[in-house]
């Protein structure tokens, strides 16, 4: 069984050319943060969006999936109030240049062991009902599809996941 999820993932994460081109990376960060207001609000986070306004070469709809994704588990860090930034930036590597969302929260952290294992399909540290493994797991494959990457690093009150596209100069 876990085999044939699996093979489904990359048809789950539907990774394909789905009119990829120059989208606002601000507006798809902000789209995303005003669909999990209400439940920012309810747990009492305070959620602060900063930046500068990006062009990056993208499916709109993945990087909003990419941010929902990042966000909701952010806010499931946060249970009991805090404050959750989204930073948006630019960044080079390897002479390309990239747009960068940077999510941060003051939660507990992930430990060094979790930390290995995060990208993982089907892994969780959620309780049942709570969240399936997959998120973050569908999240890196989209970021990796565009030609950027995800990653995280975290101490307790101090937690980071990047995600990096390239600019819509950047060719994927």
Avoid: Y
Wanted: overall charge neutral.
């Amino acid at each position: 069984v876990a085999s044939q999820r699996m093979r489904a993932l990359p048809d789950f994460a539907r990774l394909g050319d789905l009119g990829r081109g120059p989208i606002n990376l601000g507006e798809a960060v902000h789209s995303a943060v005003d669909l999990l207001a209400p439940i920012a609000r309810r747990q009492g986070v305070v959620v602060k969006v900063d930046g500068p306004q990006l062009m990056v070469r993208a499916n709109r709809s993945q990087v909003q999936q990419v941010v929902f994704n990042l966000l909701t588990n952010a806010l499931h860090a946060l249970d009991d109030g805090g404050r959750l930034s989204v930073h948006i930036d630019q960044e080079s590597r390897d002479g390309r240049t990239f747009g960068t969302v940077s999510v941060l929260d003051d939660g507990p952290g992930v430990g060094p062991a979790i930390q290995d294992h995060l990208f993982d399909a089907f892994f969780t540290t959620k309780t049942a009902g709570r969240g399936t493994g997959l998120g973050l797991a569908v999240s890196r494959d989209i970021a990796v599809a565009h030609g950027g990457w995800l990653e995280c690093t975290s101490e307790p009150g101090n937690t980071r996941f990047t995600l990096g596209l390239p600019t819509s100069a950047t060719s994927a």
